[in-house]
């Protein structure tokens, strides 16, 4: 059965360095998203992706964050200058219509 | 802006009983899932419904659009259903931006 893929599962940086968490959507999959989860909160929308640009965005994703479709299979959240904030598990999700599809999530530890 | 309410925040069971996790919403929405996290974190999509009921294997999910209310129903409780339940919502056609409740932790005792 296919899946959403996360890399790393586990990224530990230093406040202020860029991190760049990496996930392969389904293939045939049209929409992606990121969310993050506070460790002990809810999970949170961070943005959407349709036909290479931004379909919607939340107001945690501000200048620090971006997001890319490098090639046909990667789907990229880059946040530019980490703050110890920014510590959380960060899922990227694909759906073709309404259902969404997680990946495992990468853990970043900002110290 | 759309608030996700569920209750209970904890539930404990035996293993064997009837369970059942609500959620609630405050503004009108285009549809509603169910999603299951496991400890180590990952999320599981069980359900995502915009009217009436559906079931897969133990798993009921059901909604009252009027009502603006769902409920997840699992039959015959297991152990290995033990997890953190959470309702979602997503509103205005976006095919993004669901809105979370904060979970419902169910503990299943053998």
Redesign the interface.
Known sequence: EPEVTQTPSHQVTQMGQEVILRCVPISNHL?F?W?R?ILG?????L??F?NNEI??K?EIFDDQFSVERPDGSNFTLKIRSTKLEDSA?Y?CAS?LI?????G??T?LTVL | KNEVEQSPQNLTAQEGEFITINCSYSVGIS?L?W?QQHP??????LF?LSSGKKKHGRLIATINIQEKHSSLHITASHPRDSAVY?C?VGYGG??????????TKLSVKP
């Open positions: 929409y998203y969310y989860q909160q809810k999970v949170e929308f943005v959407s349709y379909s919607e939340s598990m899922f759906s309404g259902e969404q599809f997680f495992p999530g853990r | 549809a899932h999603l180590g974190g990952g999320i599981v999509s995502m959470i979602a976006s095919q993004g931006n669901l809105i979370f409740g904060k979970g």
